[in-house]
């Protein structure tokens, strides 16, 4: 079993896909290690790729918000990605790309074990729940599978395109917090 720090190390190395010919970064993830709450996206964008960072733009900024409108703090979630280096242009992650990289995403998950997922978005939710998942019809509606509790939502990117997404994505964020508090009191 590796520690997150050593799997960390090991992506920074990745030439599994073509997408690391174009990245300034590796975007691992961060967060608590211990995290009750995971969140992951699709892939880091710009900003993401020049710092390093996952979740740091626009979306991110939106996404820090929400969390903290639950009564979180950043750090005390976990933050990842379904790729670790950036899509040229910020396209979606292409299949042979998700198949190379979601093995580190399952063992961050595995190291962390999160009780509750968040999938940001459809590419996230294709890869994780089912690659037929629809965001739009199928969103807000808890998963559980082998043991996690998994919510797929609107990315935030979404939002920041289209304003009447905020809502069903502040409606899932406040499931995301009733089921927190539902586990923790268990």
Known sequence: MYTLEELKQITHKCRRCRLCRGRNNVVFGEG?????????????????????RPFVGAAGK???????????????????????????????????????CIPYLRWQVKIIRPKIIVCLGAVSARSIIDKNFSITRERGIWIERKGYFIMPTFHPAALLRDVKKKRPFWEDMKKVREKYYEIISD
């Open 62 to 100: 939106l996404l820090t918000k929400a969390i903290q409108g639950i009564g979180f703090k950043r750090e005390e979630i976990y933050i990842a990605n379904i790729v670790k280096c950036r899509p040229p242009n910020n396209r979606n992650p292409r299949e042979d790309e998700i198949n190379a």
């Open 32 to 52: 608590n290690p211990e995290a009750v709450i995971m969140f992951i996206g699709e892939g880091p964008g710009y900003n993401e790729d020049v710092m390093g």
